[in-house]
Each structure stands twice: as C-alpha cells, then as structure tokens.
C-alpha cells in the first residue's frame, strides 16, 4: 500500500496541465467546536479554527476532513483522489502531563468515492509520512444530505475506521518510561483496533453568500485501545463532538 501511494503521489504533476483552466468554488469561514482534548480523553476543550472547503473544478479539493487531493479519475459519481492529510498526534497534558508527547503530521493516501442521488459512500486508506504515527488506517464513511427548503439542508451518516496495530501503540501505548513518570501500567497493544461512529449536521443559508451549520457526532473506541490505561483508566471510550461553522461560500 506504501509503495502505491507514494508512486499515485509522484504522479500528480504530470495531471496538472489539464486542470488549469477551471475555477476556484468554495467556502471560508470559522469554526468553533467541544471537542476531547485527546482521542480517548474524558476531558473537553474549545477549540476556534479556520474552516476552508475549496475545489477547483472537478479535478482538486481542500478541506480539514479530507485534506488536499486530486480527483484523477471522475465519472458517473465515482471519483478516485490521492490525498495528502493530516493526523493529529496526542498532547502531553491534563492526565498525560507526565507521558512523552505524540506528534501529529502529515499524512498520504487513497479516497474513493461514489455518490448515489443524495448518499455518498467514501473509502479512505491512509499512512502517515511525517511525525510520530506509523501504521495505517481505513475509513469507510456513509452520508445522507438534503434540501430540506431553499434555506435549510441536513445530513446525517455513520462511519468505520479500522486503525493497525502500528497506529493504535502510537497513541495509546503505555511505555515503560511513560509507566515509570506517570504510574500508570505499562501497556503495548497487540492488535489494531476499530473506531465506530455517527455524525449530523444541520445547515442554514441565511444569506446568498453566507451560512451558519451546526453539527454533532459521536464515537465509540473498541479493542486494544478502549483496554489502554490512556481510555480506561483515565478517559473514556465513548467520544462526542458538537460544534458550530460559519461559512461565506463564493
């Protein structure tokens, strides 16, 4: 899968010259969200971010959930992108003030999606290219979105991600060094592990040019890293999210 992604990636210059005569669409905007502070933690914190969604006509995308990618192949609501993402890692704070910190980075992948009327059905394959991550990790990912007036529309769709045994120590292994600072039990994930989850949002186009989205979700952490001490001793295996994107789309 390695050598696969990075050969589709290297490969992305020679498609540019095609793509140059289409045009920028999207939206900007800024997002305020109650998220946990880690994956696995019991905590939340606030966070305010930019929001960009952009696509430069059928042939590339930006945004925070699917990264920067290139639709290489498109036809009858199939599309097949490279993507380069990013992987956030694990801050050394709050309960795991004494662990060594985890650094996120970027990210290389597949995305393959279909779109059957107002459903869309993603697979996703990615591995990590800079930080402390290793391993990889699949997401498959259904959506049902719809007009609900001119002004309102709403989606809702639940989600699977399968993280490697690679992945899952890099976040939630226990370390002997980490065990030695912090007292928690030493622990190594011997497997990966399966993350299920469930999202919604609710749009308002109060404006021709701006909108308001409000969205909520929730994840469910199974396996090898529901048993880390990180979740069950300090955390939770049950993961919210809820959050509000103002957007002005052009």
């Known amino acids: 899968m390695y050598k696969l992604i990075g050969c589709t990636l290297a490969a992305l210059p020679l498609l540019a010259a095609p793509a140059m005569a289409q ?26 971010l930019p929001d960009v969604n952009l696509r430069y006509g059928e042939q590339f995308y930006l945004n925070l959930r699917d990264g920067l990618g290139w639709n290489i192949y498109h ?15 694990r801050d050394n704070e709050g309960d795991l003030s004494r662990f060594d910190q985890v650094d996120g980075g970027l990210t290389g992948g597949l995305r393959l999606q279909y779109r059957p009327g107002p459903w869309n059905v993603t697979l996703k394959a990615q591995a990590p290219m800079t930080g402390d991550m290793d391993g990889y990790q699949v997401t498959l990912r259904a959506g049902w979105q719809q007009s609900l007036t001119p002004e309102w529309s709403a989606g809702i769709g639940p989600s699977l991600t399968y993280s490697s045994k690679e992945w899952t120590q890099s976040l939630f292994r226990v370390s002997a ?52 001490p990180i979740v069950r001793d300090a955390g939770d295996d049950v993961q919210a999210l809820a959050g509000m994107v103002l957007s002005y789309h052009f």
């Open 177 to 228: 060094r980490d065990a030695l600072k912090s007292g928690f039990q030493r622990y190594e994930p011997g497997d990966g592990y399966w993350r299920l989850g469930l999202s919604g949002h609710v749009n308002y186009r109060f404006a021709s040019h701006w909108s308001v989205t409000g969205l909520a979700g929730i994840t469910q952490l199974t396996g090898d890293a529901k048993d880390s």
């Open 75 to 89: 036809h009858q609501g199939l599309t097949l992108s490279p993507f380069i993402g990013y992987v956030p890692g």
């Open 23 to 48: 045009s920028l669409s999207g939206s900007v905007g800024v997002s305020v969200t109650q998220a946990p502070d880690y994956l696995g933690s019991d905590h939340y914190e606030t966070r305010v």
